[in-house]
T-cell receptor, first 119, second 115 residues
């Protein structure tokens, strides 16, 4: 069964620091998809990014960047020059193809990392 | 475009009462999911539907929980009778029909407190 590990339960940084959130996954499939979601204090779950297993190029979106390394089964998320508004719980997730009707079970979330950015 | 819409956003109810949570998925999406989030268990998948048909309800905690999707634009999650341990945030989510590449989009959640 697939698995997603986010070893960092909580991280605190001071505003303007860079911070990296770790995500390690386990899967036996060669085709899979990785996601990051953000859950701010208001509670909603916001989709941030999706990557497929065949695309190992790093991605940058503003202050956010993602480093996907199949060799280490990691999909880490870096926030550059963090801001107080980045304070949230961040979830990494893994999706495997499987059967269409297994899609729900095959979408697995990690436990989340709570990031606090202090002013 | 409107995202996943859930109601109520917050509900406080007494133990033993019936609770009904409602969800309108994103238009055009034909997979719908109900998740529950608690501090102890994190995000748990309760049930999901493809094309309005329940595919897997193995995550539903017990018979007190039931979910329906009478049409493509509406789903309910019902708890009857409610208990204090049901207090949690319940998320509805939707995606295009069950493909691994498809992103699941979440509603804002329904915060349930059972006293």
């Amino acid at each position: 069964a697939q698995k997603v590990t986010q070893a960092q339960t909580e991280i605190s940084v001071v505003e303007k620091e860079d911070v990296t959130l770790d995500c390690v996954y386990e899967t036996r499939d060669t085709t899979y998809y990785l996601f990051w979601y953000k859950q701010p204090p208001s509670g909603e779950l916001v989709f941030l990014i999706r990557r497929n297993s065949f695309d190992e190029q790093n991605e940058i979106s503003g202050r956010y960047s993602w480093n996907f390394q199949k060799s280490t089964s990691s999909f880490n998320f870096t926030i550059t020059a963090s801001q107080v508004v980045d304070s949230a719980v961040y979830f990494c997730a893994l999706s495997e193809p499987g059967e269409q009707d297994n899609y729900g079970q095959n979408f697995v979330f990690g436990p989340g990392t709570r990031l606090s950015v202090l002013p | 475009d409107a995202g996943v819409i859930q109601s109520p956003r917050h509900e406080v109810t007494e133990m033993g009462q019936e609770v009904t949570l409602r969800c309108k998925p994103i238009s055009g999406h034909n997979s719908l999911f109900w998740y529950r989030q608690t501090m102890m268990r994190g995000l748990e998948l309760l049930i999901y539907f493809n094309n309005n048909v329940p595919i897997d309800d193995s995550g539903m905690p017990e018979d007190r929980f039931s979910a329906k999707m009478p049409n493509a634009s509406f789903s309910t999650l019902k708890i009857q009778p409610s208990e204090p341990r049901d207090s949690a945030v319940y998320f509805c989510a939707s995606s295009s029909l069950g493909a691994a590449r498809n992103t699941i989009y979440f509603g804002e959640g329904s915060w349930l407190t059972v006293v």
